[in-house]
């Protein structure tokens, strides 16, 4: 089965037709080796790292209500958790293991894309991504990637813009 075939990325792809965002779901590009972090994306498509969006999962709460956190986040920097929470409007985010991940996503740590979950996921979205025409995101298999834009990204998952790293990374003391 090709990494196109592959069910998590059908979704995808049908979740950015459904969009509209049909050139994204079109451009939805194989890459020869698996890529599982920013800086492995960026050298795979010869783009700057900052322009790798980043799907982050974190976890909101630890009881049988917990539910999950997508931070969509420049690959040059690191999410602050403090600010996400504060930007989620919930008490504080966790980490979130691969299972976590897998129910909440359907996808793989890796992989995973902005859209085609089980379920909509509360999406922020770093507007450092903001500084590059053309942005680059999972597409449901740690193999698979989409072209798409800062505002095609805010348009998709419906998510709320915000600076997503810590103070010391956006200029602040």
């Known amino acids: ?4 075939d592959h069910p998590a990325v ?3 792809a049908a ?18 080796a698996e890529v599982r ?3 492995q994306a960026a050298e795979a498509l010869g783009v700057p790292v900052g322009a790798i969006a980043n799907s982050l999962i974190f976890r909101v709460g630890y009881d049988k209500n917990a539910h ?5 986040t420049s690959g040059a920097h690191r999410a602050d958790p403090e600010t996400l929470a504060d930007l989620g409007g919930v008490e504080a985010v966790g980490k979130a293991d691969a299972d976590f ?9 890796g992989g995973v894309a902005p859209v085609g979950h089980p379920a909509p996921l509360t999406t922020l979205v770093d507007t450092a991504l903001a500084a590059h025409d053309v942005v680059w995101a999972a597409a449901g298999h740690p193999k698979t990637v989409f072209p798409t834009t800062f505002a095609g990204l805010v348009a998709l998952t419906g998510g709320t813009p915000g600076a997503l790293a810590g103070p010391e990374e956006n200029g602040q003391p």
Do not use: C, D, N
């Open 15 to 32: 979740a950015l037709s459904e969009a509209g965002q049909h050139a994204a779901a079109e451009g939805i590009r194989v890459l020869p």
């Open 101 to 109: 991940v897998r129910a909440h996503t359907g996808q793989p740590i």
């Open 68 to 72: 999950a956190l997508l931070a969509l």
């Open 10 to 12: 059908a979704k995808v």
């Open 37 to 39: 972090t920013a800086a």
């Open 1 to 4: 089965m090709s990494s196109l």
